[in-house]
Structures are given as C-alpha cells and as structure tokens.
C-alpha cells in the first residue's frame, strides 16, 4: 500500500487547510483506519484522528472542534480539513494506515505516506 499526501505548503493565519491523501495498491483495503498525523518542529508526533472504511471518525480532542477527516471509497482518498490554522500548525502533516484500528504510536502503523510540509504564516 502506498500513502501520497498533497496539499498547499503554505497557508495564511485563520484560513482552513485541505490535505489530501491518496491510495494506492495493496489490497483489503477496509481492513484498515487511516489516520492523519503530525509533527511540529521540536516537537513529537502528534496523531490528529482517523477515519474507519465505514466512515467513523476518530479524533484528537484537543483538534477535535477544528478537524475533519472524510474519505472518498470509490477514489480511494481521504481528506483532512483543519480550519483557523496558526503559526502552532504549522508541521509536515502525515497519512497513516493501521489495521483494524487506530493509535497514537508511529511503530503501531503499517503504512505511512511521505508527508507534506505545511507553514502557517502571512
């Protein structure tokens, strides 16, 4: 399975950041939950929800009033919606896939995507 996160590299304070995350090979893939991830700089990881085949989603309660997660099954992609970005979000922002579940541990992950950079400045 292969993860390829895309989105703007940079966005202006109190604007709504759009990732996307696209899919590819393997197979099985409603075995999975695909959870979005990031890392600040000096910071560790930090996992910011996740969304099941079904369509349940799972989130960060600190994130959890500015976050959405959904995902296209028939073009195997999913989306992470964050609104009033700040300078404090401003991470390389990660897909990650783990079967049957989610976690807040990179090692608990099957699958990782590259990640894309996002700064928050105006």
């Known amino acids: 399975v292969q993860l390829q996160e895309s989105g703007p590299g940079l966005v202006k304070p109190s604007q709504t950041l759009s990732l996307t995350c696209t899919i590819s090979g393997g197979s099985g893939a409603n075995v999975y939950y695909w959870s979005w991830i990031r890392q600040s700089p000096g910071k560790g990881l930090q996992w910011m929800g996740a969304?099941?085949?079904?369509?349940?989603?799972y989130y960060n309660p600190s994130l959890k009033s500015r976050t959405s997660i959904s995902w296209d099954t028939s073009k195997n992609t999913v989306y992470l919606q964050m609104n009033n970005l700040s300078p404090e979000d401003t991470a390389a922002y990660y897909c990650?896939?783990?079967?049957?579940?989610?976690?807040?541990?990179?090692?608990?992950?099957?699958?990782w995507g590259q990640g894309t950079q996002v700064t928050v400045s105006s």
């Open positions: 990650a896939a783990k079967r049957g579940a989610w976690s807040t541990r990179r090692g608990e992950y099957d699958y």
């Open positions: 969304i099941a085949w079904s369509g349940s989603g």
